[in-house]
């Protein structure tokens, strides 16, 4: 595995005007072809980077089909995520940006007038389903205890501190984010544990260019095949390059007509879960928030 530290980093107005948009190739010198542990110039882990260490997991029975079948989910709350502006809602200061393929599955804690914590409503309705993917989570968390068992261990003991029913077993992770075949814009994650450290890993089908993910500020980039995993400091600031299938289309969730696919499983740990209840006092105080 290469080891490297970088030294350069893009002037803060630069970055700026990147917030929010789809990066090009412009946006990187350095792209990682092999396993690497990069560092930031404060000797801080980025990202390390595993090509390949998922292959079994990820093409284990049934596993694509479950993470397939969370393409249809669109999501309105992505942010600079989406890759577009917010729309604000009329007569309202809530606002909105254009809808992505994209399902948050396991724990959330309440927000908004969800002011109780829950599984999320595609994780109560396929107990199954989601338990067949905490295999591949499982060996996400080893991975992450292998290679940056600092982060690691200030995660599990997060983890550790919440009530086991909102954190995946085996895992120091209580949410996961399906991405399916769309270029996220340049953002930093936000509510997952400052002290922990996320995880991305791929699964691919068919044939596309681009979705190539950037650190913009470093300069570095990946182009996550199938199987492969990447460990990061999501804090960071980071996006995808533009996605194009073969057959020339710019897809917002699996290619119909090509069939072209990138799905990306992003496992983390939400903060604010370590302070829910039990399962039984957070049906609770959702029984109190409904109206009669």
């Not at 029975?61 to 995520?81: D, F």
């Not at 205890?145 to 085996?170: K, L």
């Not at 072209?260 to 992003?266: D, F, H, K, M, T």
Request: some cysteine; charged content about 20%.
């Amino acid at each position: 595995m290469i080891d490297l530290r970088l030294r350069r980093r893009t002037a803060a107005a630069e970055l700026e005007a990147k917030q929010g948009k789809i990066l090009g190739d412009e946006d990187y010198n350095l792209l990682l072809t092999g396993p690497s542990f990069v560092r930031m110039p404060d000797n801080r882990p980025l990202c390390v980077y595993l090509p390949g260490v998922l292959r079994a997991e990820v093409d284990s029975p049934g596993m694509y089909e479950v993470l397939h079948s969370l393409h249809s989910n669109r999501s309105i709350n992505r942010g600079a995520a989406s890759g577009s502006k917010r729309i604000r809602y009329t007569h309202s200061t809530r606002s909105k940006s254009l809808p992505v393929a994209s399902a948050a599955v396991g724990a959330m804690e309440g927000t908004g007038a969800k002011s109780y914590c829950r599984l999320t409503s595609w994780t109560g309705r396929n107990l199954p389903q989601w338990r067949s993917l905490q295999p591949l989570l499982q060996e996400v968390a080893r991975r992450q205890r292998q290679y940056v068992p600092g982060r690691a261990e200030a995660q599990q003991a997060a983890a550790d501190a919440t009530d086991p029913a909102w954190v995946v077993p085996g895992t120091p992770f209580t949410t996961i984010t399906v991405n399916n075949t769309f270029a996220t814009g340049v953002h930093t994650d936000r509510g997952d544990l400052d002290a922990g450290f996320s995880a991305i890993a791929v699964l691919r089908r068919g044939d596309y260019s681009g979705g190539r993910l950037v650190f913009p500020e470093y300069r570095v980039a990946v182009d996550l095949g199938h199987g492969d995993l990447i460990l990061m400091d999501a804090h960071q600031w980071h996006g995808n390059t533009a996605l194009v299938c073969a057959c020339g289309e710019q897809p917002n969730g699996w290619c119909h007509t090509c069939g072209a696919e990138r799905i990306s499983v992003v496992s983390y740990f939400r903060t604010r879960v370590q302070g829910c209840g039990t399962p039984e006092q957070e049906l609770r105080r959702a029984d109190k928030a409904v109206p009669l």
